[in-house]
């Protein structure tokens, strides 16, 4: 039996919205949106939005979340953000997107050093991990997770792991239109839970709380709250939209 986590609903903006169209944003939403104990909402503005913000939102009914951060603390890394930069500042970050693995090149030992900066300086790291079409449709699905998972895990210790969060989202979902069928997502948080209790057993397996992300829009929510492994989702495109974010997150709430 998985323990009962917290829920978690998480707006990805990606490289959108301005300080005014945030502000805007946070404003309509705070008006839509109740707070509940069982739920967070994580908000993960771009770096530029990220200090203003916190300025703005009811802390204890929104948490902050980074994009992305440098592996290392500080150094001359031109343009990069580092975890010490945003440990006062956010409480999650995610790390392994997609887009950062496919557009920037991050490796998986790339992403295990991204993990341990974060761990290092407390911040709570979404880890995303997923299959591109290729490997679905060669049947990699379950080997690609699973290796994601070892490299992207290595540098941490149980506890560390305990403390993460795993988002599922296939490659060919994300931002497509395409989504992933409720099965499947079940074999792929099955591979994720049964890859960490190889690595680290399974009352740390049993901690770390798991997303799905990749075309998630309020109508497949209900849906998806039927596998039982899913303690909610990461969210591109309709976190933009404060009505149907609004909705993701009430219905989350209600499951
Ligand atoms: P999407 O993005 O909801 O637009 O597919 C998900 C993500 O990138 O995390």
Redesign the pocket.
């Known amino acids: 039996m998985v323990e009962k986590h917290k829920k978690l609903v998480v707006g ?1 903006w ?1 490289m959108h919205m301005d300080l005014q169209q945030a502000s805007v944003f946070v404003h309509h939403l705070d008006r839509a949106t109740e707070s509940k104990d069982d739920t967070e909402i994580v908000l993960c503005p771009p770096f530029t939005a990220l200090q203003p913000i916190t300025k703005e939102i009811d802390i204890h009914k929104f948490r902050l979340g980074a994009q992305n951060l440098h592996y290392q603390d500080e150094g001359a890394f031109t343009g990069e953000v580092s975890g010490p930069m945003l440990k006062n500042l956010v409480h999650y970050v ?1 790390v392994g ?3 950062r693995r496919k557009y920037f090149n991050e490796t998986d030992d790339v992403v295990a050093r991204k993990m341990s900066a974060a761990i290092r300086n407390e911040l709570r790291p979404i880890l ?1 991990v997923g299959e591109n079409l290729y490997e679905r449709q060669e049947q990699h699905t379950n080997r690609v997770i699973h290796d994601q998972l070892v490299t992207g895990l290595t540098m941490l210790t149980a506890n560390e792991v305990a403390e993460i969060v795993v ?1 599922y ?1 296939p490659v060919w ?4 239109g395409d989504i992933a069928k409720p099965d499947q997502i079940k074999t792929a948080l099955a591979t994720i839970r049964k890859t960490i209790v190889e690595l680290f057993g399974k009352n740390t397996a049993q901690k770390v709380r798991l997303l799905y ?4 829009t309020p109508d497949l929510v209900h849906d998806y709250f039927k596998l039982k492994d899913l303690d909610g989702f ?6 933009l939209n404060w009505q149907q974010f609004a909705e993701i997150i009430e219905i989350t709430q209600a499951a």
Do not use: F, M, T, W
């Not at 992300?213 to 998630?216: D, E, F, K, Q, Y």
């Not at 990461?234 to 976190?239: A, D, R």
């Open positions: 990805n990606k995610i997107h997609s887009e995303c988002a989202e979902a994300v931002g497509s992300g990749g075309s998630v990461l969210i591109g495109g309709v976190s």
